[in-house]
């Protein structure tokens, strides 16, 4: 794995912000390093997905700053958010049903439509990359399963080539083997420079493939470090991993796989 | 009555009521004295009844096109159904209209449920488009069924009997007590099953047959239910009129001002549509004045309506509700995982296991006894689905047998998830059968499914985003009697219960939230607790884990199995394959649309077919290797392999 030496490419700090019935992001603080992969874990309702759509500009913050490589971007609105390099793949529902995989992906590339060439070479790399792109090109999105919209709705956000992702849950309604290609292409994305903001309950995976992590409990971040730190913390595993003290930790691993 | 100046306990019972609903209250005192104070007004009398007819429409529109959310364009037609209605038989038998008014109710509700029969039985825009296509119809056929309407020369009622000095006053206080009916009228169906499954219907159509709502006749009941005020206001407006013609009868301006008066107070709230008709009736009543002809009004009403929908699309209640709310943040909740996983509440698991064991103890053994000749529960033949050229289900044969936790695994893909949409009913099949405890039901609607004891969770999760999560738990309908329909839908040992289930998934404390403003793995949860509430005797699960916080994911295991030791039949479509493991018997291993391996979970995690089938390449001819993305190491690292699991 590359060394971290890049500067600040994303800082929100005291960010408050919910949906009108109170806050749920109660002064959030957090960074991610240029260049690194940060996963996100937390109980239930913790606020992660909320901090992502405030990033994204879905939200708007009540208060607290964001900046993006040193311009603010809690005021913009998600397009000019998107043009800064942002993009962000949802939990669910984000696939135009009616249209084909291919025109769901050149979707993704709305903000660059004039530029053929560009978008014909992006759509290649990603096709190389994504497999089901090119095979089920042709099919309405809806008719996809739903492990496979969520390879097609990563697919999608990369066709910007965007300078920070962001992925929420991305291992959600995965197989195994889909769950392998999607970190797969978290780590080519890892090692082309590109950084990545995950929101993860899959924490071993998510931790696995992130350099630094950070755990939101209750609206706030209640810890931060490189992934190892944070997968180690012994209150960390307390809470989230599912081994309580006193509890058998992996009582329900397989013993052997074959 | 209360009054403000009765005793300490008094007063706070008086501060328990919801302040909307003494707002409501003062302002049905004021209108109720105003003719006492002032009763020589004869025109401000007028233009208050006239608001208290729109609002007593927009009361009943609310139903069909709040609540349940099929908006009705041609509402005005019961108005004239009810006019004509207590006219004619007026005429013929020379009763006085007042006494013949709940006619004109009859009449409407009848026509109502007879034109819903037809139209409602589809889901979409036909209904709008026919409502309007229905008054226009009404007005072609009192123009030219002379012998009864007398054309367009129209009718003329006798005069009322009392003196025209206060000549406003009776028709005053009669709108008002059909207003005050109709508003109550509204408030009892939102309180019941049956305004919840409208709500549900209007959420989400399918996910509200899923869990039991037969749709077609919950509309018809609503849209039978919104016109029964208007036509018997109808019967008294006629004897207001003293004159009826098919044209004024049955204008399409008044079927306007309904939605407008809706839309503009807030859509599927009580009070929104009251509020918003006294608006648009002053409004009415300034253009008359003010602005001219009949002609303008219909441009004014028009904009007015234009504009409702672009700058208050929410309506005025909710959006001053909604500022309120802002001025005046709540604490937001947070999920209690932690206290999910406190020994209290795993001691009770226990004890209710030993409950349910010491209770059917004697079956419990029976199913265990009997393990290899289980009774089939649910049984598949042949059963295939395509979508265009995929074959997403694929002949399938599968049988679960009673008692078991039976898991699908398999690639994405395979057809899971689109196996239960045809077993439940939310898709038709293209061929094959499917049998439920010996009876075929492939034929069956949704809802019929689910009172036979068929309940389902969903992959992405389809919660009623407006209800509260306690309404969205008690929400599924365990039948299809009328009954049921009409009980309380937050009742005392079933809200318990729910409040019951939302603990076991951590989420007691948001029971009174709205589901909406919840996160994924929140609603997941509560939808969990949903289906969980019906007990049906076989739960489809569909993949229960995904977004879940792992320090969950044994709660969850305990719950199913607690549910399944009291006879309850589990089938799971499951990513986290430990989880299968330990909780699942037998698996079924599904491919390309149908099942390749079946067996306990010893057999299934040792199966190289099934290693590969998962694991493997296989959905996907061509793309072995391809680009570069290689999978590492040509198997899955083991921290893969154990979704979420510490």
Known sequence: MRAVTGANLLTMSGVTAGYGGGDVLQGVDLTCVEGTVTCIVGPNGAGKSTVLRVLSGLLRPRSGTVTMAGARTDRLPPDEILRLGVAQVPQSHALFPAMTVRENVLMGGYLIRRQRALLAERLDMIGARIPIVRERAHDAAGNLSGGQRRMVEIARCLMLDPKLILLDEPSLGLDPRSLAAVADVIRTLHESDTTVLLVEQNVRLGLGLATHGVVMEGGRVRLTGTAAEVGEHPEMAALYLGGAPGQTPGRDRPSARA | ?646
């Open chain 2, 1 to 646: 009555m209360t009054s403000a100046t009765g005793t300490p306990n008094q007063l706070r019972l008086l501060s328990r009521i919801p302040a909307s609903h003494l707002a409501a209250g003062a302002a049905f005192l004021a209108l109720a004295l105003y003719p006492v104070v002032n009763p020589w007004n004869a025109y401000s009398q007028g233009v208050a009844l006239l608001a208290f007819l729109l609002a007593i429409q927009a009361s009943g529109w609310n139903i069909i096109s709040g609540y349940a959310g099929y908006t009705s364009l041609g509402q005005s037609m019961f108005l004239g159904l009810g006019s004509y209605t207590v006219a004619i038989v007026g005429l013929h038998t020379g009763v006085n209209p007042f006494w013949l008014a709940p006619l004109g109710g009859v009449t409407a509700v009848v026509v109502a449920v007879l034109v819903g029969s037809v139209v409602l039985r589809t889901r979409g825009h036909a209904f709008v488009i026919i409502t309007i296509a229905l008054l226009l119809a009404a007005q072609i056929i009192a123009t030219n069924f002379d012998a009864l309407t007398n054309g367009s020369d129209g009718i003329t009622l006798e005069l009322p009997f009392w003196s025209s000095d206060y000549q406003n006053i009776p028709f005053y206080y009669a709108f008002l007590l059909l207003l005050v009916l109709a508003v109550l009228f509204s408030a009892w169906i939102r309180r019941t099953k049956f305004g919840t499954g409208l709500i549900a219907i209007r959420e989400d159509e399918g996910k509200a047959a899923a869990i039991g709502v037969d749709t077609t006749r919950f509309k018809i009941a609503a849209y039978g239910a919104s016109t029964f005020f208007a036509g018997v206001a109808g019967g008294v407006y006629a004897y207001f009129l003293t004159f009826l013609n098919p044209v004024g009868a049955f204008a399409i301006l008044g079927s306007v001002m309904i939605v407008l008066s809706s839309l503009l107070g807030g859509r599927g709230t009580l009070y929104g549509p009251v509020v918003g008709a006294f608006i648009v009736q002053g409004l009415n009543e300034a253009a008359t004045v003010y602005g001219g002809g009949t002609g303008s009004r219909v441009l004014l009403m028009g904009l007015a309506l234009v504009a409702v929908v672009l700058f208050l699309p929410a309506g005025l209640l909710p959006t001053a509700q909604r500022l309120w709310r802002q001025r005046r943040p709540q604490t937001v909740e947070h999920t209690d995982q932690r206290g999910a996983l406190a020994t209290p509440s795993r001691a009770d698991v226990i004890e209710a296991r030993d409950r349910a064991e010491l209770g059917d103890g004697e079956d419990r053994a029976d199913v265990i006894a009997g393990d290899d000749v289980a009774v089939p529960l649910l049984e598949l033949r042949g059963l295939t689905k395509r979508f265009g050229g995929i074959l997403a289900v694929d002949n399938v044969d599968l049988t679960v047998r009673k008692g078991t936790i039976t898991a699908i695994i398999g690639p994405n893909g395979s057809g899971k998830t689109t196996l239960f949409n045809l077993v439940t009913g939310t898709m038709a099949a293209n061929a094959g059968e499917i049998r439920f405890a010996g009876r075929r039901i492939d034929g069956l609607p949704p809802w019929k499914r689910g009172h036979l004891g068929l309940g389902r969770t969903f992959q992405v999760t389809r919660l009623f985003r407006e209800m509260s999560v306690l309404e969205n738990v008690v929400a599924p309908l365990p039948d299809g009697r009328w009954r049921t329909m009409l009980a309380d839908a937050v009742s005392g040992a079933e809200a318990d219960r729910a409040r019951e289930l939302l603990d076991v998934v951590g989420m007691g404390r948001f029971a009174a939230q709205r589901a909406g403003s919840l996160s994924y793995g929140q609603q997941k949860l509560v939808e969990l607790a949903q289906v969980l509430m019906l007990e049906p005797e076989l739960m489809l699960l569909d993949e229960p884990a995904g977004g879940v916080n792992p320090s969950l994911l044994d709660r969850l295991k305990d719950v199913i199995r607690e549910v399944n030791a009291r006879g309850i039949t589990f089938l799971v479509v499951e990513h986290n394959i430990p989880m299968v493991l330990d909780l699942c018997d037998p698996i079924v291993v599904f491919s390309r649309g149908r099942p390749i391996a079946e067996g306990p979970p010893a057999q299934i995690r040792s199966d190289p077919i099934v290693l590969d089938a998962y694991l493997g390449d296989d959905w996907r001819p061509t793309s072995s290797g391809s680009g570069g993305g290689p999978v590492p190491g040509g198997s899955v690292p083991d921290h893969e392999l154990s979704t979420g699991r510490g």
